[in-house]
């Protein structure tokens, strides 16, 4: 889950650093496009067919692949991890119910509430 949550936050901040440097540079890109060219650009195609035209959006760009191969392998090496070891004890890491244990002053309160 984490996971997936890193990479949708990447995605949608180079999405939308994209889409505005473009956009102060003068070119104006849909929310398509820029979503297009972000993962073109993280699944290493590279088409060539959209591309940063202004250096600050280049600049971005450079930085946020850098995000990208710094942040995303940690994380991938944190899912291998928790899968070797639930595989070694064999198990699953299902969360059981907890009791609640309500305190007399506490139930004192929520009754005068």
């Known amino acids: 889950m984490i996971l997936s ?19 102060a540079g003068g070119r104006n890109v849909d929310l398509f496009e ?8 993280f699944a290493t195609v590279g088409y060539g067919d ?4 202004r ?5 971005f760009m450079v930085i946020m692949i850098g995000v990208a191969l710094i ?7 944190q899912l291998a991890y928790t899968w070797m070891e639930r595989q070694k004890l064999g ?6 119910s907890h009791p609640f244990l309500i305190d007399h002053s506490i139930k004192t309160l929520l009754n005068e509430l």
């Not at 820029?34 to 650009?41: D, I, K």
């Not at 959209?50 to 035209?53: A, E, F, G, S």
């Not at 942040?71 to 090496?77: A, D, K, S």
């Open 91 to 96: 198990g699953s890491y299902r969360s059981r």
């Open 5 to 23: 949550a890193t990479l949708l936050c990447l995605i949608f901040t180079s999405l939308c650093g994209f889409q505005h440097f473009q956009r």
């Open 34 to 41: 820029s979503l297009y060219f972000v993962v073109v650009t």
């Open 50 to 53: 959209y591309k940063p035209d």
């Open 55 to 59: 250096w600050p959006s280049q600049l």
């Open 71 to 77: 942040v995303l392998p940690t994380q991938f090496e």
